[in-house]
């Protein structure tokens, strides 16, 4: 059944909408407040919470004030509240106000830079009604800033990678055997936008007020959620049109603040798992030297709500991400005679280099149990494919760099035996990695010796 033609209860819960923003422009919340009081039933809309994380811009004072007055006026029913902090506390932060100061059955924590369509809310607060322990997203339709064209995007979960970067991603397969693409899928995390149960979101610990700025507080909140005994969904009948911004308000590089966080997070609840990430960021195990704050609170939530381990999680809630199980070392790989790097070189191509060491992406190199060993990068999904350092035999006297399956294909040598400290030697042709004249190459093994910066686990 088509969206259109769905008829939603009338006796649905109440909503609350937190708008978080630093300095918006004040037209964009003006559409914003006024596409949610048009667009949602006046009985069912209970409040509007302005979350203002110390912006300067002038017209978000006076101009703003004369604004919401005229809106109280027209709607006396509806509460509008305004949470203005002293302080610029962050996005999570600014969220979990939001939250503290809602009374409504259920709390929407959005963008300000949103625009809600017709009959966005039922979807959601029917799927809450049913089961209060879900964590609903609406589908996001992405606007232009440049132009304000609305660009449709279709329904999909939102996935990340090891170093907790958000992601959209298909659903699982169950959701496409129903063949009903109006149907809630089940989804590993939120975005960020996010629709639940008031009461319920704060017994599980509302958001991890530790995390700076944003980034990663949506991973954390998706694991813990299923762990702690609820559920994701994305909503495909409910969708909120999210104007895309020029730059990002807080910083322009969100990856130091990000990777914080994401450690963060992986300390709390990914158990065994939790090296994954320092191996996204390509960070050594111990000793990264990044302050993560005190977690003791989040694990004692943890250990309170009785939550599962994260291996449960992958296996039952998220199993498209690869364990990376086998990963033994990595980080760069260093050629002790000569003190270069093994790099991915030109992209695209198939041709590794020998470069001056300086441990950024076209350095990071993997090395699994297996014998294989990536150049330039890991994936972090079971559906894409790595590229492994390859020998293509007697006839090449340079190494190569394809998709693991495709090497194979041709015939060439992917796996390789290796000692910390010793030579880098292919099991199937017998040769050794070496570096002569500032070239990489492939021969009779001299016993150039190589070392990897990190270890996990012995081989």
Not at 188 to 193: F, K
Not at 397 to 404: E, G, I
Not at 436 to 452: D, F, H, K, S
């Amino acid at each position: 059944m088509g969206c259109e033609k769905k008829i939603y209860p009338k006796d649905l819960p109440t909503i609350g909408v937190v708008l978080i923003y630093l300095d918006e422009a004040l037209s964009i919340l003006k559409r914003a407040m006024r596409s949610i009081i048009d667009r949602t039933p006046a009985h069912l809309l209970k409040e509007i919470i302005l979350v203002d994380d110390n912006s300067s811009n002038e017209d978000l004072k006076g101009d703003l004030d004369v604004y919401i007055q005229s809106l109280e006026v027209q709607n006396p029913f509806l509460l509008i509240t305004r949470v203005k902090h002293t302080k610029q506390m962050g996005l999570t932060q600014s969220r979990i106000s939001g939250w503290e100061a809602a009374t409504a059955d259920v709390v929407a924590i959005l963008d300000a830079h949103i625009e809600v369509h017709n009959q966005w809310a039922e979807p959601l607060l029917t799927q809450i009604k049913a089961d209060r322990t879900v964590v609903t997203s609406p589908v996001f339709d992405r606007v232009n800033f440049y132009d304000l064209e609305v660009v449709r995007y279709e329904p999909a979960a939102h996935a990340f990678d090891w170093a907790l970067w958000c992601m959209y991603e298909g659903f699982m397969p169950e959701w496409y055997k129903l063949q009903d693409p109006s149907m809630p899928g089940k989804s590993p995390s939120v975005m960020g936008i996010l629709v639940a149960d008031r009461k319920f979101l704060g017994e599980i610990g509302v958001l991890d007020g530790g995390m700076k700025v944003y980034g990663g507080e949506n991973v954390e909140l998706g694991v813990r959620v299923w762990t702690c005994g609820g559920s994701v969904e994305v909503v495909p009948c409910s969708k909120i049109a999210h104007i895309e911004r020029n730059h990002k308000p807080y910083m322009r590089d969100l990856s130091m603040a990000m990777k914080r966080n994401a450690l963060r997070a992986a300390e709390v609840w990914m158990d065994e798992y939790k090296h994954n990430v320092n191996m996204a960021w390509n960070l050594p195990i111990k000793d990264h030297g990044i302050d993560i704050g005190n977690v003791t609170d989040r694990k004692l939530l943890r250990k309170k709500l009785n939550c599962k381990p994260f291996k449960w999680y992958l296996e039952n809630v998220y199993p498209k991400l690869d364990t990376w199980d086998d990963v033994v070392a990595y980080g760069g790989i260093k050629n002790l005679e000569s003190g270069m790097c093994i790099d991915q070189g030109a992209v695209p191509g198939h041709t590794p280099i020998a470069y001056p060491c300086y441990y950024y992406g076209p350095q990071h190199t993997y090395y699994r149990g297996s014998g294989e060993l990536y150049i330039g990068g890991i994936k972090s999904h079971k559906y894409n494919n790595n590229r492994c350092l390859a020998d293509g035999g007697s006839e090449d006297k340079v190494p190569s760099l394809y998709n693991c399956k495709e090497a194979v294909q041709k015939r060439q040598g992917i796996h390789w035996d290796f000692v910390q400290g010793k030579e880098l030697k292919n099991r199937q042709t017998k040769r050794c990695l070496e570096i002569i004249n500032n070239q990489l190459l492939v021969q009779e093994c001299t016993g150039q010796r190589w070392e990897i910066q990190t270890i996990i686990k012995p081989f």
